[in-house]
């Protein structure tokens, strides 16, 4: 039987590269809290993102969760359940409660036209997030909020390089998060970071990763344990130089994907937005099984018999999560439910091969296509 081919590769830069960037921790024997690669790392983000200063986290999770606790949030937290669990586990765990807005069936973002309807006296903040690398009407967001007087802190986890009109979408709303995992575009092996013009904010967020520790004597806020380590810096470092190489090459695997794919009735892609530098984060498909005489858990099924692993990202929805089910009812937000039972996410990254990419799409070809 064939390799597997996963729905993702970590890059990785050439082995010699990482460890020439290393040496010097072995000299230094500086590993953690805040040494010279995480400061490199942090400087390099912040031209490369188009803001003033990057807080860099172990991981993305923490990042967000801490963000919102900066901010010193109540009651309600505007969202959308087509997310990583990650983005609501974060609200709640700030004792915050989530309210879940629908989607858009064109971009999976946050359906503006209904989010207004959902603002209460309770509300205090938005939690946007940009799906796939397709990003949300920030502007529209922004007037709403601004009317509101909320804040909106983005879960940008799959938005790293992406542009609209030249304006890096790091600099969206009053904060940024940024996902730094292996299976990202851009990884530090596990990490994260937020982007924000505030130097408050990053003050406060500095402490915050930190145990709440202002100085040698003085613990002044209740931290956590989020610190970036030098070894995830320095591979972040590496990556970097080859980051537009990296989503250039993506980049010709999502082409061909459309070459083979739109247009077929049944099969929906994202359409491509103009003025929209993209990262090519995600290739996501959708089955529409009114339309088609297979569904989407059937060329899942068939393409995993060949060796070919998809990811129905993101299904099941977060409210119909066991944690929250109790609590919510999916059929208050329809077309995410739809999206969510019909996506399927296709092989996507920098190293994968075209003719694969030309197999997968003649096995879901011979499926719909009978």
Known sequence: MRDKIMVTQSSMPEFDEYVDEIRDIWD???????????????????????????SLFCNGHMALELTLQAFELSGQVITTPYSFASTTHAIVRNNLTPVFCDIRED?????????????????????????YGNICDNDAIMEIAHKHRLKVIYDAAHAF????NGVNVAAYGDASMFSFHATKVFHTIEGGAVASSEDWLHRKLYQLKNFGIQNEEV?????????????QAAMGLCNLR?????IHKRKRAADRYRQHLEGIPGIKLCREKEGVKSNYA????????????????????KLKEENIFTRKYFYPLINEFACYRPIY??????????????????????????????????????????
């Open 28 to 54: 230094s024997v500086w590993l953690t809290n805040m040494g010279t690669k995480h400061r490199q790392l942090q400087k390099q983000l912040s031209g490369l993102l188009q803001v003033p200063e990057v």
């Open 282 to 301: 995600y290739f996501p498909v959708v089955f529409d099984s009114e339309l088609l005489t297979v569904d989407r858990d059937a060329v899942w099924q």
């Open 242 to 246: 080859h980051i537009y190489d990296q």
């Open 107 to 131: 971009d999976y973002t946050i359906d503006i036209e209904k989010l207004e309807a959902l603002i209460t006296p309770k509300t205090t903040a938005i939690v946007p997030v940009h799906v």
């Open 219 to 231: 613990v002044d806020e209740i931290g956590a344990n989020a610190k970036m380590n030098e070894f």
């Open 161 to 164: 390089c992406v542009e609209q």
């Open 329 to 370: 009812n999916a059929a208050e937000t329809p077309v995410a439910k739809k999206v969510a039972s019909s996506v399927l996410c296709l092989p996507i990254y920098a190293e994968l091969e075209l003719d694969v990419v030309d197999e997968i799409c003649k096995i879901i070809k011979g499926m719909v296509l009978r």
